[in-house]
């Protein structure tokens, strides 16, 4: 028993949901789809033709020789088609590269291999796209920062969304008919792996912490730092300056005024 592509593809869409809901993340909006679009790629004659059977299944689906195997990178020009705008397209780069492979900032022909699967191939893959879209709602309408930080996190959670959405330990190889169905199971699968909020013991002392009395400098910064903002500690090399930036952090998340996730 086997898995659509389209199961697949909505399963990881609701597991990164899901852990958007547990991390709280301020990310934009359109994420939780480009992670249930990583795969879309995978409805080409290329990859198909990877189970040789299934050549023999669908001989008017052809032809499968000299075609682009690399259902990643034909995700991202499928993400690229949807956004239009160029100044968008470095958001499907996460999509192109969730197995740690980028495939540059832009795909076209030259990048592709190969043929990917025009008429019915590419309505079903804009099929899904727009489904995609329907359930986890619009693609980004915002470029990413200059930076590019907000990709390489996005990376992170397509690929962990992935790999969680591929165990049949919380998703079996069968059609899963609703969509609460889909979440009750992503909720169940974080939940199994610990994912959420770790308890905290409150009023620790630095001492408790590190198990070492503090300096004079990291006595005055931990006794400082209980609201969040921007705190600079300048000191030389070795005097210590990790330790009260942890001891801080540890302060704002014991009092509720910073958010943590746990993976145990």
């Known amino acids: 028993m086997g898995i659509s592509v389209r199961d697949h593809c909505l399963i990881v869409g609701t597991v990164a949901e899901a852990l958007l809901r547990r991390i709280r993340a301020l990310v934009a909006h359109g994420v939780a789809t480009l992670a249930g679009m990583h795969d879309v790629g995978k409805i080409s004659p290329g990859f198909e033709a990877q189970h040789e059977p299934w050549t ?7 032809p499968f020789i000299g075609c682009e195997t690399d259902h990643a990178k034909i995700s991202q020009w ?20 969730h197995h740690g492979k980028i495939k540059g900032a832009h795909v ?26 329907a359930r986890f709602g619009p693609l980004p309408t915002q470029p990413p920062t200059p ?13 962990v969304s992935d790999w969680i959405g591929s165990d049949k330990t919380f998703f079996q190889q069968d059609r899963t008919s609703t969509h609460e169905d889909r979440e009750a199971r992503a909720e169940a699968a974080l939940d199994t792996l610990h994912w959420g909020k770790a308890a905290v013991k409150s009023n620790l002392s630095f001492r408790k912490l590190f198990s070492r009395r503090a300096r004079k400098l990291q006595q005055t910064a ?7 903002g921007l705190y600079i500690i300048e000191a030389l090399m070795g005097d210590g300056k990790t330790e009260p930036a942890l001891a801080g952090a540890y302060t704002l998340i014991s009092k509720g005024l910073a958010s943590h996730v746990s993976l145990k």
């Open 56 to 62: 023999y299944l669908y001989p008017d689906l052809g």
């Open 78 to 97: 499928v993400v690229q088609q949807l956004l239009q705008d160029k100044k968008l397209f470095r958001w499907g780069v996460p999509v192109g590269g």
């Open 108 to 133: 076209t022909e030259f990048i592709l291999n190969g043929l990917i699967g025009d008429g019915p191939w590419n309505n079903y893959r804009l099929e899904l796209a727009r489904e995609l879209i």
């Open 147 to 159: 930076t590019g930080a907000e990709l390489w996190w996005l990376a992170g959670l397509i690929t």
């Open 222 to 228: 931990f006794d400082q730092i209980t609201w969040p």
